[in-house]
């Protein structure tokens, strides 16, 4: 029953239902002799569960609550929508007060058919088939003359006995009779199967309770099978299966909790249009190999499909699995050592040429660092050569241009000198630059730098960049102490983002903000721009090196570069925030040293 309850509740989590929506009430019942007072308990509890308080469905498990619920009179009760499980088909009604419980024999009923004003909709009985079972008796023991039929002091054997006795109406040819456990002990029980002829046969139906409302153990069945070792019985319910019975046609056991939670569910979701009615569970022919050799009965003889227990158990039988894994692993030992062989063989093979190849890479990789070097070297001469008559063209250029104040175009064209002068050096700067950093070669070591002192620096190397109609604003962070950071390479990303943002901005307005992220860890600059703007889709193209947005554009496109490799040197980033649209705004963010 606990095994039931757990699994019906846990069908409903596992179907995407709410399993606060069961309520569980529990009959309370003990012992047959109680079974009186089981129809008036029933009737409390569906008392409080009619009117507005109905259930979406009633689930009844268990035979004595399911013989309760059946024998209810009230019409409001029979209207329930009801589900039952662990219950058989054949059932009776509950015992009157009038009657005496040790020798009460009452109707046998199929809830199948005897109870059309009950709201059956759904779930599952086990069906106790004699017909099978006597017709095993007739063709495994033709020359049977008695049945016996054993039940116990429980309400499932009265049951079942009530339809025993219906049944046995069928077959006049057999002196029937019953061992009764309401009245007989085991020690009674097992002195008249220890007297049974050799003509008789014994029925088993259960055997769990006896006289005194005490469980018996299951070893005592043991008892009654020593009692009359050669005696042949069947079973109609799995009672002495394995060890007493020859076999029987039996219920197919199993926990249909879950299948009656999905019932529940559909039933409910539909507004109760899903009733799929009982279900009968399948039976099934089960046989002891034992008791088989035993009584001498040929297998032959078995209804097609029969299930066979405790068969002799060869040697394949019973180390099947060991022989398997043994040989799977003789044979992984085989291939192994084959494949191990083969592999030595080129490993050896692939070890020489590695080591040629390994020869090959090593003057490869010697010459790539000379190629490295050579390059380096050759940019920072060219840095040089080129720089130094660049500066002096830039030097006479403002020479000639201050000599020349009235002189309007000739002061334009020294400006024009000037001005391209400048962009030539930064370019040569830049490759520069971004060649260092490629190699490794910034030389910049932590110091204490004081940020708005170092923007104001950055400014002052781009402000022949700023035309006129461009408003630009520092905001300084809030604590503006020194704090400890690589300068050069902070200078350099502020720079390039200052150059990039004056560049693009005809009018408006740039902004640098420099504030200190929470955590006092880390420093947040941002370059905001009233320019061209960059289309979402180039945020990350941009920082490519030599990518060029607008062609027409004096640059080489190697700032954005610079500023996210020496971002990375320092571990920082620089991102473009994807939220401002009016412009551009950069972000770079970068830790502190101390």
């Given amino acids: 029953m606990a095994s039931s309850l757990s699994s019906f509740v846990g069908a409903f989590d596992k179907y995407g239902a709410d399993s606060d929506m069961i309520m569980v009430e529990s009959l309370n019942c003990l012992a047959y002799s109680e079974a009186k007072t089981w129809k008036e308990r029933m009737g409390a509890i569906l008392s409080k569960h009619v009117g507005d308080n109905a259930p979406g469905v009633v689930v009844v498990f268990g035979q004595e ?42 109707q046998s009923m199929d ?25 095993l008796v007739k063709k495994l023991f033709p020359f049977t003359r008695e049945l016996v039929f054993l039940s116990d002091n429980s309400f499932g054997g009265v049951s079942m006995q009530a339809l025993v006795k219906d049944e046995m ?22 002195h008249r199967i220890g007297g049974m002829s050799p003509h008789c046969v014994l029925l088993c139906g259960t055997w769990r309770v006896g006289p005194s409302d005490d469980f018996v153990l299951k070893s005592t069945t043991y008892v009654l099978r020593d009692a009359n070792p050669s005696l042949p019985a069947f079973t109609i319910s799995s009672i002495g299966m394995g060890h007493w019975v020859l076999g029987g046609y039996i219920p197919d ?25 009982l279900q009968l569970v399948d039976s099934k022919y089960v046989f002891d190999s034992e008791r088989l050799e035993l009584l ?31 040989c799977i692993i003789g044979f992984l030992l085989i291939g192994g050592l084959v494949v191990s062989i083969l592999y030595i063989r080129r490993i050896g093979k692939y070890r020489n040429l590695l080591e ?12 790539a660092e000379k190629a490295s070097e050579m390059k380096t070297s050759f940019i920072q001469n060219v840095n040089h050569e080129i720089r130094t008559p660049l500066n002096a063209i830039v030097g006479f250029a403002q020479v000639f241009a201050n000599a020349n104040t009235n002189a309007g175009p000739m002061k334009k064209y020294a400006s024009i000198i000037e001005r391209n002068s400048n962009d030539l050096l930064k370019l040569i700067g830049d490759v520069v630059e971004l060649s260092n950093l490629d190699a490794g070669d910034g030389k910049d ?24 109609d461009v408003e630009f604003v520092m905001i300084p962070p809030a604590d503006d102490r020194p704090r400890l950071m690589y300068r050069h390479m902070v200078e350099l990303v502020i720079v390039n983002l200052l150059h990039n943002a004056f560049k693009f901005t005809i009018s408006g307005n740039v902004t640098l903000h420099c504030e200190i992220l929470p955590g006092n860890k880390k420093m947040r600059v941002s370059v905001t721009d009233t320019g061209y703007g960059i289309p979402a889709d ?11 947005l607008d062609q027409f554009k004096q640059g080489g496109g190697l700032g954005l570069a610079i500023c996210r490799a020496a971002a990375n040197r320092i571990g920082g980033t620089v991102v473009i925030d994807p939220d401002y649209t009016t412009g551009c705004k950069f972000i770079f963010v970068f830790p502190f040293l101390d």
């Avoid at 009230?74 to 058989?88: D, I, Q, R, T, W």
């Avoid at 058919?113 to 079972?133: A, M, S, W």
């Avoid at 070591?445 to 781009?462: K, N, Y």
């Avoid at 180039?538 to 060029?548: A, D, N, Q, S």
């Fill in 296 to 326: 001498d009965v040929d297998e032959s003889l078995l209804p097609a499909g029969s299930e066979i227990i405790n068969r002799p158990v060869t040697f394949w039988g019973q180390y099947k699995r060991q022989i398997i894994v043994v």
């Fill in 356 to 367: 040629t190849q390994s020869k090959e890479l090593e003057r490869a990789k010697d010459a």
């Fill in 65 to 106: 609550a399911w013989s309760a619920f059946l024998s209810q009179d009230n019409p409001e009760y029979k209207k329930l929508p009801v589900m039952c499980g662990m219950v058989s088909r054949n059932t009776i009604l509950t015992p009157p007060d009038s009657v005496n419980l040790e020798t009460w024999m009452p």
């Fill in 253 to 277: 056991y199993k926990n249909y909790a879950e299948d009656i939670a999905r019932q529940c569910i559909d039933f409910v979701r539909s507004g109760g249009k899903s009733s799929v009615g």
């Fill in 538 to 548: 180039k945020h990350e193209l941009v920082f490519e090196r030599f990518t060029k």
């Fill in 445 to 468: 070591t932590p110091q204490p730098v004081v940020m708005s002192e170092l923007c104001r620096v950055a400014l002052r190397q781009v402000e022949s960049k700023i035309n006129d």
């Fill in 169 to 190: 109406a069928k077959y006049p040819e057999y002196a029937f009779s019953f061992l009764d456990g309401r009245v007989e002990s085991l020690l009674e029980v097992s």
């Fill in 111 to 135: 809830v199948m058919k005897n109870f059309p004003d009950f709201n059956i909709v759904g779930g599952y009985v086990y069906q106790y088939r004699l017909y099978e079972n006597i017709a």
